[in-house]
């Protein structure tokens, strides 16, 4: 479609940059992205390209946006399947309220919540990342609850003519930690053409993936008064409470594989583009070398529960869990499809429509976990009498449709716009666990299916009006309207939960209106104050899932009402020689705070989904972007968010009133620096830091560097790039160069090289 001057004028005064001359600007070609911009000129806004990531050791998608404000991923180590991420106020387990989308395509995982709702990430291969855009809040109609922290839109390559590339990467981590003391080592291919033919634009990768993990969990044991075998091996330590404890042993490495086949295509007909993708993903993960610290005399491993070590403490090992060693399998394959079609609404129109439809499928989800470990003198029995677990997911997925239309010049108008949507979600979970015998691969009895069904229709209006020169208001209106059903729960009644539950079906629905208004103070400097409220339904796994099992019970709450928060930013941006200041001061008020929480039980672990009745948040972030700084060859990225979250109030348990809101740091802060030695060879640096924080909501976990901390982190990161010829590259990088120490929950990763080879052919 056409877009001439008086758009291109509209959108540099909105993001509060300087109008262009009539002699500067053309009759541009562009997509529908730029006639639905309202939602990054009214919300505070982050974008990063592929080219100013080069600076970062990309593996996986996820790492573009590794140093944004405010901002964290959860990559515990390359090719993690759990690599949550929050924004803001939103930990990082907190998972349904940050919107993911790579080219309209949702990322995100709205089926389950904490580590199981991570977005798809790896449905996108790094190379095809053309930019990648921070949304902060839910301050536009366009998005729904599930925007309280942010959306992350990642765009990707466009075909406009041949490219080849093939790429290799090789990394390798050095972990010491306990009795592990080795080198974790993976590689990945990547492989892709694009081409131009004519109307159609087609895409086509393949990516492969390979990589060992640190050891993600350590066991631990207490004290206790029953004697045992004699054993050397333990170490004595803490836990995240300060509580003394034994370690004997880990989970070992976590060997992932994931292939990844991607498909995209568009055609242009006329003024009209039809567009269409589809990504198939197989990930395995393998955890099959558990650490067992523990020997006797002989240096035979032992598995009894009750030991003691040399030093004269008891323990029982089954305080961890009776089949802590148990290895585990776990076998997934994905499929993802969009289609959609852009143009305008007739000829000579004002008017853009897009409709995007997507359906995501999830063709295999297996995971098998052995009775006890092969070593084990009890692994024969345990099997047998079905002590292992096979974990399927059956008709598991979801299906969107979203339909917009847009105008920047209302009636005529060329100082209000206005945009138009629908949305429409489908959500269906079910999860079966199994008895399992691991030996004869035979499945025993259901320990407890669960599942059920959301559904979402939503409708949107967003308008905006340059009323004066220096003056912009935006109103939004969105309102939504919900569905829970078809929620069961069917136990053989021999747990800690019994029987059998169908759950009445659930229909919520609400308003949420949205107001920003802007000051251009100068040409070079905007303030905008923005403000909105925002409803974020539960999801199945919230309503519906429960697991039954001897030591881990989780209870979801078909009766969870949705979150309900008022959110506010007041932002100022200043213009400055190739790059921009920017200060944010934000208020988050959010009622029904629906957060996963552990309580012990009988000796056992429960895991609910109990609401926090109010979280109060308030924040700044400062941000400085420069090239060419002072005049040098310097080009930096820096920010620094300072985020307080508070329970303000909880009736079930007023004792938690004044904590602060788990896994929220009150610090964090990043810096992107890149710098060119010669002509063909750049220096990057990058430094990654955050305050510690509490993981449980009474804040009693307060040790650090100990596994279950959350702690204060500093990671330094540095890449060499290397233009070796037109079509060749090469990389050498390393992270967290000093080797801290740090984890969160898990740990984090330690000294990790990297070596690239990249060859581009156009």
């Known amino acids: 479609m056409r877009i001439t001057k008086p758009l291109i004028v509209t959108l540099s005064i909105l993001h509060g940059t300087a109008a262009l001359s009539d002699e500067t600007i053309p009759t541009l070609t562009v997509s529908s992205d730029l006639l639905f911009r309202d939602t990054s000129i009214v919300s505070p806004t982050s974008k990063i390209t592929a080219e100013q990531a080069r600076g970062i050791n990309v593996t996986t998608t996820e790492d573009i946006v590794s140093h944004e404000p405010n901002l964290i991923i959860r990559k515990r180590y390359i090719g993690d ?282 063709l295999k989800d297996e995971e098998e976990r052995t009775g006890r470990n092969p070593e084990d003198p009890t692994f024969v029995a345990a099997n047998t009498a079905f002590g292992g677990r096979l974990t399927e997911y059956d008709d598991t997925g979801w299906k969107t449709l979203d339909a917009k239309i847009g105008t920047e010049t209302l009636r005529g108008d060329e100082n209000q716009r206005l945009s138009l949507g629908y949305n429409y979600s489908q959500y269906e979970l079910e999860i079966e666990p199994f008895r399992y015998d691991a030996i004869n691969n035979i499945k025993g009895t259901t320990r407890g299916a669960s599942g059920g069904e959301t559904f979402t229709h939503s409708i949107f209006a967003q308008w905006g009006w340059l009323f004066d020169p220096k003056w912009d208001l935006s109103l939004g209106l969105r309102y939504d309207d919900w569905r829970g059903e078809n929620g069961f729960f069917d136990d053989n009644a021999d747990g800690f939960l019994t029987g059998s539950e169908k759950h009445d079906d659930r229909h919520e629905s609400g308003f949420s209106p949205k107001f920003s208004l802007a000051h251009f103070m100068t040409d070079k400097t905007t303030i905008r104050y923005s403000a909105a409220r925002a409803l974020r339904f539960p999801v199945t796994e919230e309503l519906y899932q429960n697991v039954n099992e001897a030591l881990q019970v989780s209870v979801a709450d078909a009766n969870l009402e949705p979150e309900d928060g008022i959110f506010q930013n007041l932002m100022i941006e200043h213009q400055i020689k190739d790059g921009f200041v920017r200060f944010n001061l934000f208020y988050e008020d959010v009622d029904d705070v629906i957060f996963s929480q552990n309580v012990t039980v009988n000796g056992g672990t429960l895991r609910t989904f109990l609401p926090v009745d109010t979280v109060k948040t308030k924040g700044a972030e400062f941000v400085y972007n420069q090239n060419r700084l002072m005049g040098t060859q310097l080009n930096t990225r820096f920010n620094v968010s300072y985020t307080d979250a508070e329970i303000s109030k909880n009736k079930l348990d007023t004792s938690l009133e004044g904590n602060s809101f788990p896994r929220l740091p009150n610090w964090r802060a990043n810096l992107l620096a890149d710098y060119p030695l010669a002509k063909n060879l750049e220096a990057h640096g990058g430094i990654r830091y955050a305050s510690n924080s509490y993981g449980d909501l009474d804040n009693s976990d307060d040790e650090e560097q100990v596994f279950g901390a959350q702690d204060e982190y500093i990671f330094v990161n540095a890449k060499m790039n290397w233009q070796a010829t037109k079509t060749t590259q090469f990389s050498l990088g390393v992270d967290n160069i000093f080797n801290e120490e740090a984890y969160v929950h898990h740990p984090w990763p330690s000294r990790t090289f990297f070596l690239e080879a990249k060859l581009v052919l156009e």
């Open 81 to 362: 399947s759990n690599g949550t991420i929050g924004i803001r106020g939103s930990n990082m387990f907190q998972t349904t309220r940050t919107m993911v989308t790579a080219d309209g395509l949702p990322l995100h995982y709205f089926l389950q919540t904490s580590y199981s709702g991570s977005p798809r990430w790896s449905l996108v291969g790094s190379d095809e990342v053309e930019s990648a855009e921070v949304i902060y809040g839910p301050y536009s109609a366009e998005y729904g609850g599930n925007s309280m922290g942010g959306v992350v839109k990642l765009k990707t390559r466009d075909p406009q003519k041949r490219r080849i590339v093939l790429q290799g990467t090789l990394f390798s981590q050095d972990y010491d930690t306990l009795d592990t003391n080795e080198y974790f080592n993976g590689g990945k291919g990547f492989a892709s053409f694009e081409d131009k033919f004519g109307n159609l634009g087609l895409y086509l990768s393949y990516s492969h993936l390979e990589n060992d993990s640190q050891p993600q969990t350590q066991f631990a044991a207490s004290e206790s008064g029953a004697g045992g075998t004699v054993v050397s091996g333990a170490t004595p330590g803490t836990e995240e409470h300060g509580n003394p404890v034994t370690y004997y042993g880990d989970s070992g490495p976590d060997h992932v594989t994931t292939d990844l086949f991607k498909i995209k295509a568009n055609y242009d007909i006329g003024d009209y583009q039809i567009r269409g993708s589809v990504a198939y993903e197989d990930r395995k993960r393998e955890q099959d070398e558990v650490n067992n610290f523990l020997t006797d005399a002989s240096g035979n491993s032992v598995y009894d529960n009750n030991v003691t070590t040399l030093s004269g403490t008891n323990f029982t090992t089954s305080s961890y869990g009776a089949s802590v060693f148990q290895e585990r399998t776990h076998d997934r394959e994905s499929l993802l499809l969009g289609l959609g079609l852009t143009g305008p609404l007739g000829d000579d129109s004002d008017w853009i429509f897009d409709i995007y439809a997507t359906s995501f499928d999830i």
